[in-house]
């Protein structure tokens, strides 16, 4: 089968018959109804109807965060995209608005730069092309030193210590 309208084929009965998607420049597939689902290859074996659904492609460019400085955090993006730690950077519409909020961790603080963002509160990038944007999260005086304490009880006899040492 090679469709670009509506079409369809005969096959012997048992064949598995594998269909592949690809979108014309300009579009993109959005994935399989009907006996197929998902966006990879479509194998049928049996009689059935299966629709390709292709939309208009929405023209991108990339919005990067770069975490910087000695302390720690967290920055996410509405719509959602960005969440650093684990992703930072993702695609969003050419023209759209990205709204960036960091979070600094327990003893660290944060400052923007880039892409027209400065201060602390939330950075909204308008993606007029790819943009890169700076979250340095900068380390507060460190935390007071944990006591741990330990209590031998019991019938029994042995021995704690401790890694680090101290105990």
Known sequence: ?????????????GVT??????????????????AC???GPCSITNNATVTARFVVAVA?????VVKGGNGSGTV?????GISC?????????TG??????AVPASG?????????CSGSGACVVVMIGDQTVTATFTATAPPPPMTLTVTIGGAGLGTVTSNPSGI
């Not at 996410?76 to 959602?80: D, G, Q």
């Not at 660290?108 to 027209?116: D, N, P, Q, R, V």
């Open 76 to 80: 996410t993006s509405n719509p959602s």
């Open 96 to 101: 759209s608005s990205v709204v960036l909020e």
């Open 85 to 93: 730690g684990a992703v930072c950077s993702s695609q969003f519409p």
């Open 37 to 39: 689902s998902g966006t």
């Open 60 to 64: 991108t460019n990339q919005l990067s």
């Open 17 to 34: 018959v594998s269909l592949n998607a690809a979108a014309a420049p300009g579009s993109a597939f959005a994935g399989w109804s009907g």
């Open 1 to 13: 089968i090679d469709c670009g309208g509506t079409c369809s084929g005969q096959f012997q009965q």
């Open 108 to 116: 660290s603080t944060f400052t923007w730069s880039g892409a027209g």
